[in-house]
């Protein structure tokens, strides 16, 4: 892999990690033009980048949940954030090796159809119905909290999202456009601590880390500065819009993409 090659996948990467339009299924989209053929280790490898941006960004909040859990015995946003984590956590772990394996999670024609039926919920959310309003994070009932894990379960197949499956299913369940995204990237840094630990307990995933050592290191440096400016630019814009613009684009991108293939 070049480093252009390893700038760019590494851009996407962080860019993409937390807007809701699908890291994995644009890194695949991107390996597919630059060598025709995907690398799951690879993507894997390169959410080492966004995961530090996840925890730089959202340090002082994280301190906060601590405070609350040690000093103030305030377990409830705790309690949500981990069991919000546990049914996509759970399937990742058993699901792992079979994964790796499956053309299905690699295939950029999966990608491109999770891309247009997500893309449609996501124009379509603000019309649909919603569950009772919820004020503040710590104020969401554990019932909705497991809910939104279940439903990021899906965002093991590229091109689905994990921030999008849970800002939507956060929407659905009462919770504002901020608190919806704020609560996704709390969750999600477990999941990705989970798989950071996998990468370097399991021998083979080190030694592919030795191997592609320079092009890793380059591509996490992008992804972890560009998933800085990623996080930011979340927050700040669903604090005045919603989600159709990245829907729209989701669908935009998966219906050109189908056709430049479709007429090769």
Known sequence: MTGIESVVLGAVQGLTEFIPVSS????????KLFSGAGDHLFVEWINLGTLLALLIYFRVRIIGIVREVCIGH???LARNVLIACVPAGLAGFLLASFIEKSSFFGNVWTVLLALCVVGIVMV???KLPRLSSVARLSDLPWQRALVIGVVQVLALIPGVSRSGSTIVTGRLAGLSREHAA???FLVSIPIMLGVAVKLFVKGTDRAYFMQHL???ALSNLIAFVTGLFAVGFLLRYLAKHDLRVFGWYRIGVSLLVAC????Q
């Open 24 to 31: 994995s299924g644009h890194v695949i989209l991107a390996e």
């Open 182 to 184: 704020e609560f996704s």
């Open 260 to 263: 430049l293939l479709l007429i």
């Open 124 to 126: 379509l959310l603000e």
């Open 74 to 76: 305030n377990y409830k």
């Open 214 to 216: 320079p092009t890793l």
